[in-house]
């Protein structure tokens, strides 16, 4: 079994060196959509090699935008041509045979004085707890550079061998907004993970500067205002995912969880003063992030159908509805609701039905 995954080094071009990036960054992405639209108009794919691609770009890289135009073709196709995306976001590839590293530096070919010529771009690879480092050890995949803001960003993915763990330990992962997430172990351990009041907070505070921002026709902060939020949210499912991974290691889980992510917007329970959090939160990155960190312990991921999850008694499986977070039953068994949940999730039936035995 393998694990892909990408990482992000932050690179610093020189001045000419990052003119020659944006240039070829638009010259990649123009390429792309020209042969999409020539498949379009044929209905069939390109036999073109790098050869009769005529733009400003080094053959490797020519080469990638071909596999990158095959891609989106076939998504036109798959879907009768009903929408055909067109890329905008400047960016550039280059396959794993056309780059290097080392501690300092990435060496790339590009476009110097109308030939290709690999260039070494200095690069940040060295992170304070050294982990790029390591994962730059393994198999390495395509190169992405791109530009956010004024920072150029080089993505590289990463194949990762992972050994899946021995064993059926199960352990149930309840996602929600008062709570963003519970577990429960199937030796019956719990643990509650975020701060669902502090988010609420924090998402009020965001849309509370950005109405005063409208207000002063503030677009540019405007914009910026919500990559600030974005980022906090991801870094918020980052914090909560690697807790969640951290506790499934500690009680030896060889499978979470999770619910199946489809139709939550419209299960998880809500009142009018959450749903725009409801409705802007992501929990389907909440849950990859839990995936493929899960997956790199060698600890499957498993999603179940989360019908009345968080209403049938886990002792009788009798159906009651909860009051506030409180969950009772005409049994006698009673519990926090988002724990209800979170039991349940570990006995549903499995989506894919390859389930183990919890």
Known sequence: M????????????????????????KTYIQAINTLVFEMITEKKSTMKSSKDIHVPLPSAV????????????????????????????????WNNQSYSFNYTHISIPI???GKASKTPIRALVVDKDHRNLELL??????????????????????????????????????????????????????????????????????????????????????????????????DQDHKISRSIVNFAKENKITVIRLE?????????????????????????????????????????????????TSQTCPKCSENNKAQDRKYKCKCGFEKHRDIIGAMNIRYAPVLDGKSHSA
Not at 288 to 297: D, T
């Open 260 to 308: 199946q992510l489809a139709n939550i917007r419209q299960t998880t329970r809500t009142s009018r003063k959450n749903e725009k959090n409801l409705h802007t939160w992501s929990f389907y990155r909440l849950s990859q992030f839990i995936e493929y960190k899960a997956n790199l312990e060698g600890i499957k991921v498993e999603y179940v159908n989360p019908a009345y």
């Open 111 to 113: 476009m110097v004085h």
């Open 2 to 25: 393998s694990q892909i995954i990408t990482v992000q080094i932050k690179i610093l071009p020189t001045k000419e060196q990052a003119s020659v990036l944006e240039r070829m960054s």
């Open 137 to 234: 050890k393994h198999k390495l995949g395509t190169l992405r550079i791109t530009k956010k803001g004024n920072k150029w960003i080089a993505q590289i993915s990463i194949t990762i061998p992972t050994t899946p763990k021995i064993g059926t330990k199960v352990m149930g992962v309840d996602l929600g907004l008062k709570v963003p997430a519970v577990a429960v172990t199937d030796d019956e351990k719990v643990r509650f993970f975020g701060n669902g009041r502090k988010n609420k907070y924090k998402r009020r505070k965001f849309r509370s500067e950005r109405k005063k921002l409208g207000k002063r026709k503030k677009l540019n902060a405007i914009k910026r205002s919500r990559d600030r939020e974005q980022r906090w949210m991801q």
């Open 62 to 93: 020519k080469n990638q935008a071909i596999i990158d135009a095959k891609s989106v073709f076939k998504k036109a196709r798959k879907n009768k041509y009903k929408s055909v995306p067109v890329l905008k976001k400047p960016v550039c590839v």
